[in-house]
């Protein structure tokens, strides 16, 4: 089937730092990739969509300043958040489709920041 | 914006036991899915329907589109479904999910 890996999985650093987030369709190639986030014990709230060449939509009140994100091929997309804040400190998650952003989307294991 | 909204939010089962979980929306949609996160935070898309029902092993999903509900079933529970499970819904917008179902099962 198909499988999207995150890297790191889990990663710390301190406040005022930029972290860099990979993820990447390990055995398909990804048209649409989405980001999300997830609080403790909440719902996951989509961040942004990425098409490959092309720059990503990003929801409502999420700062695309803030939250690079970066898709240049089919099999990877990177989120860069940068200057972060501990409130920043969340589990972020990816998913990609095969074709149209409306396919099943296919998510990855999630990479847990902690900002110091 | 569509409301989703799971029902329970929490949910302890004896081993063997069938669970439903519920999950329903306010608004028309297009695709409904059906996820299970893992204590670790990995997710795994179980079903994704539009109409009917879908099983898969031990899971069976059905969606009602004129009452805006789906369920999801577990039969014969076990101890490794302990998990959350995600309803999430499309429609002229990305995905929207529930804040999900934690189901634990104890053997």
């Known amino acids: 089937g198909a499988v999207v890996s995150q890297h790191p999985s889990w990663v710390i650093c301190k406040s005022g730092t930029s972290v860099k987030i990979e993820c990447r369709s390990l055995?398909?190639?990804?048209?649409?990739m989405f980001w999300y986030r997830q609080f403790p014990k909440q719902s996951l709230m989509l961040m942004a969509t990425s098409n490959e060449g092309s720059k990503a939509t990003y929801e409502q009140g999420v700062e695309k300043d803030k939250f690079l994100i970066n898709h240049a091929s089919l099999t990877l997309s990177t989120l860069t958040v940068t200057s972060a804040h501990p409130e920043d400190s969340s589990f972020y998650i990816c998913?990609?489709?095969?074709?149209?952003?409306?396919?099943?989307?296919?998510f990855g294991p999630g990479t847990r920041l902690t900002v110091l | 914006k569509n409301e989703v909204e799971q029902s329970p939010q929490n949910l302890t089962a004896q081993e063997g036991e069938f669970i439903t979980i519920n999950c329903s929306y306010s608004?028309?949609?297009?695709?409904l899915h059906w996820l299970q996160q893992h204590p670790g935070g990995g997710i795994v898309s179980l079903f994704m329907?539009?109409?009917g029902k879908k099983k898969h092993g031990r899971l069976i999903a059905t969606i009602n589109i004129q009452e805006k509900h789906s369920s999801l079933h577990i039969t014969a529970s076990h101890p490794r479904d302990s998990a959350v499970y995600i309803c999430?819904?499309?429609?002229?917008?990305?995905?929207?999910f529930g804040k999900g179902t934690r189901l634990s099962v104890i053997a």
């Open positions: 055995d398909f190639q990804a048209t649409t």
């Open positions: 998913s990609a489709t095969q074709g149209a952003s409306t396919d099943t989307q296919y």
């Open positions: 608004v028309g949609i297009s695709a």
């Open positions: 999430a819904v499309r429609g002229n917008t990305p995905l929207v």
């Open positions: 329907l539009s109409s």
